[in-house]
């Protein structure tokens, strides 16, 4: 099958873009979204929107759900490919983004990353589309400083960053979605999301060490220092919101939970491969 290339106007962006999709295209990324390892990244959309409930934002949440799916999912297979070793893989898709058709050849379906970054550009509008490949090169910019952090002071802080950039990202991307444009909603997700990645980390943090994407040994004061500053965070934010207390604890415990059958799951299909295979489908 050869190369097909879909029209992106800004009206096709977020409404039933799937329909514009070839049908091997929509298996494609149904099968992507539907594998375990990426289940805690497809089940943030829900929790934002059932957040923008606690804020009392009215929002078009079709639109929306389907923004933060096909960008959530897009972040957990980056977040693979690079953790695979391939560091430059980011740059790769980045370069893709800058180009605002989506291509979808025989390459692309056989590739998650390629897949999710062509499904993405459907749901950025054209008026954040700017500020959000400047945003995601802020983001792989601190990805790749993580690395050379040397203690766990200077990877929290990198972490911490992290998490607020894929969150503001989020946010970025459903403005135009929402009826109130509201500077404390972002400001909530970026903490939010701050946290989240440290708790990620913490769940992490031993693969990581055995796999070489630490720049530093952890040792049982630095576990203690990160779970100290999760559990501080995090007390300090569900005070100020008791409302969403039972919504991050879900949350904490899904993380744990889909992290857990990820790792014991024997996976099949064309998106299932060694880390590093899967990696090199990027370039």
């Known amino acids: 099958m050869g190369t097909v290339r879909v029209d992106l106007s800004y009206h096709s962006r977020g409404r039933n873009y799937m329909e514009k999709l070839p049908n091997g295209v929509r298996r494609a990324y149904r099968d992507l979204a539907d594998l375990p390892k990426y289940q805690h990244f497809v089940r943030i959309p829900d929790r934002i929107i059932q957040c923008l409930d606690y804020f009392g934002i009215a929002c078009d949440r079709t639109t929306a759900a389907k923004r933060l799916h096909?960008?959530?999912?897009f972040i957990g297979v980056v977040d693979d490919a690079i953790?695979?070793?391939?560091?430059?893989a980011g740059r790769l898709i980045l370069d893709s983004l800058r180009t605002l058709a989506p291509v979808f050849g025989e390459a692309t379906r056989h590739s998650s990353a390629r897949l999710i970054t062509e499904i993405?550009?459907?749901?950025?509008?054209?008026g954040t589309y700017p500020m959000m490949l400047d945003k995601l090169q802020d983001l792989y910019g601190e990805v790749v400083s993580e690395r050379s952090a040397t203690s766990i002071d200077s990877y929290?802080?990198?972490r911490r960053s992290v998490g607020a950039l894929t969150a503001e990202l989020s946010y970025l991307l459903i403005r135009p979605d929402l009826n109130d444009d509201s500077e404390k909603l972002c400001d909530f997700m970026k903490q939010v999301?701050?946290?989240?990645?440290l708790v990620d980390s913490l769940i992490d943090l031993s693969a990581d060490r055995r796999l070489g994407l630490l720049g530093f040994k952890p040792g049982l004061?630095?576990?203690?220092?990160l779970v100290a500053c999760i559990l501080r965070d995090g007390l300090r934010l569900s005070l100020k919101h008791l409302g969403l207390f039972g919504l991050f604890?879900?949350?904490i415990v899904d993380n744990v939970r889909d992290r857990f059958r990820a790792d014991r799951n024997v996976?099949?299909?064309?998106?299932?491969s060694d880390r590093k295979d899967e990696a090199a489908s990027v370039a």
């Open 193 to 197: 999301g701050a946290i989240g990645c």
């Open 70 to 73: 096909a960008y959530y999912l």
């Open 156 to 158: 929290i802080r990198y």
């Open 221 to 225: 004061k630095d576990y203690t220092k």
């Open 120 to 126: 993405l550009k459907f749901q950025i509008s054209d």
């Open 249 to 251: 604890l879900r949350a």
């Open 83 to 88: 953790d695979s070793g391939r560091i430059d």
């Open 267 to 272: 996976l099949h299909g064309s998106f299932v």
